[in-house]
Every structure is written in C-alpha cells, then in structure tokens.
C-alpha cells in the first residue's frame, strides 16, 4: 500500500513549457485534489475531483489542467508554465463525504520555473 | 475573507516550554469538520487530528491537545513540554462538505521552532 504518490520530486521548467505532474493513489478514494503551497499562503486548491471523469476548479485553477479517467491517477497539467507557477505542489486524497474525511496528501513536487 | 485564520506566523519557544497554537475558522455550516496538520522540515503533511462540528470534547495525545470552542469558532493546539521535534509548521483547516465533495480550506500555518 503506497498510499499517495507523487512524480517527479523536483523539476525545473523554462517559460512556455508544459508539463504533466502525475498523481497516483492505491486507497480507492474517490475524492482527490491538487494543491500548491506558497510562502505565507498556506495551500491554496487548484483543482478537485470527487470521482473518475469528474473535476471542478478549486481557489487558483488558472494555467492549470486536470482530467480524471480513472480513480487511481489524477494528474496535473501545466499548459505553458510562468514564474509565477514556481511552487511546491501536492496532491491528496481521501474518501468522498465520509464521516472521517481525513486527507492524505503525497510527498509534493517542487517546481522552478525559469 | 479568510476562512482559516492562523493569526501567529512564526513562534519559538525554548525546550520543555509549552505552547499554543492558535486557530479561528469561519463557517456558516452546521456540519464541518477541522482538522490540523504539521509539515516538518522534510515538506511532507503529516495528519494530527480530526474533529466534527458537534464534538466539542477536548482531546489530548500524548504531549498534544486541542480545545475546540463554537462559541468562539477556534480549535487551538497545545504543545506541552516542546521538543526540538515538534519543530514545524502546523497547519489548521476546515472542510465543508458539499454535493460536490468536501473542500478543504488550509490556514497560512504557523511555524514553530524549540530552540534546545
């Protein structure tokens, strides 16, 4: 049981490239969501998904791109990457409207973007 | 408007000194649930604690506890006799469960240092 994981670990970008950050859970949760974590920002919700072929914006969706095809992978696309996508994101899980929703979260990426 | 507020940015205490971290949430829901979380120097999320809008019961683990008051919407976290370990920063959050799944709102953190 690998719980949530995260690839790649770092990664460097230059303007206008894109990239996919690739999710994975092995817990059967329905919901799951990515997050970028800023200086003093806390974690902000880019965007969410609470099953297979389901996705909704979070707080900060935009130059962002999800789909969900199955309930295990939830990756997160970054069209054309700016300076100010240079962040630490992670992605978390946890069992759609359960009484105990707690959620669990990868070990993040660090993404530069030059 | 924030609906997560960790007002204390940045604490330190000395070794063996207690502390408390505070949390104030905003919800107009009956049901939510908050929640705390401490990123440790290694960046990963480490899960603490759960808590239901209708249990106001205090909890203690261990060196740890938490005093959930609604009638002041906190839901403070004590750390007794700190440990260089329990450096950190430590997370609040709120999730509001919707028709569209259970949004959870994290406050900016708040980081901790015991200094030895």
């Known amino acids: 049981n690998a719980g949530v994981t995260q690839t790649p670990k770092f990664q460097v970008l230059k303007t206008g490239q894109s990239m996919t950050l690739q999710c994975a859970q092995d817990m059967n949760h329905e919901y799951m969501s990515w997050y970028r974590q800023d200086p003093g920002m806390g974690l902000r919700l880019i965007h969410y998904?609470?099953?297979?072929?389901?996705?909704d914006q979070g707080e900060v969706p935009n130059g962002y791109n999800v789909s969900r095809s199955t309930t295990e992978d939830f990756p997160l696309r970054l069209l054309s990457a700016a300076p100010s996508q240079t962040s630490v994101y992670f992605c978390?899980?946890?069992?759609?409207?359960?009484?105990?929703?707690?959620?669990?979260f990868g070990p993040g990426t660090r993404l530069t973007v030059l | 408007a924030q609906k997560v507020t960790q007002a204390q940015t940045e604490i330190s205490v000395v070794e063996k000194e207690d502390v408390t971290l505070d949390c104030v949430y905003e919800?107009?829901?009956?049901?939510?649930?908050l929640f705390w979380y401490k990123q440790p120097p290694s960046g990963e999320l480490v899960f603490l604690i759960r808590?239901?809008?209708?249990?106001?019961q205090n909890e203690i683990s261990g060196r740890y506890s938490w005093n959930f008051q609604k009638s002041t919407s906190s839901f403070n976290f004590t750390i007794t006799a700190s440990q260089v370990v329990d450096s950190a920063v430590y997370f609040c959050a709120l999730s509001e469960p919707s028709n569209t799944g259970n949004q959870f709102y994290f406050g900016t953190g708040t980081s901790l240092t015991v200094i030895p």
């Open positions: 919800t107009r829901d009956t049901t939510y649930y």
């Open positions: 808590r239901n809008s209708f249990d106001e």
């Open positions: 998904s609470v099953g297979a072929g389901i996705t």
């Open positions: 978390a899980s946890s069992f759609f409207q359960s009484s105990y929703n707690e959620q669990f």
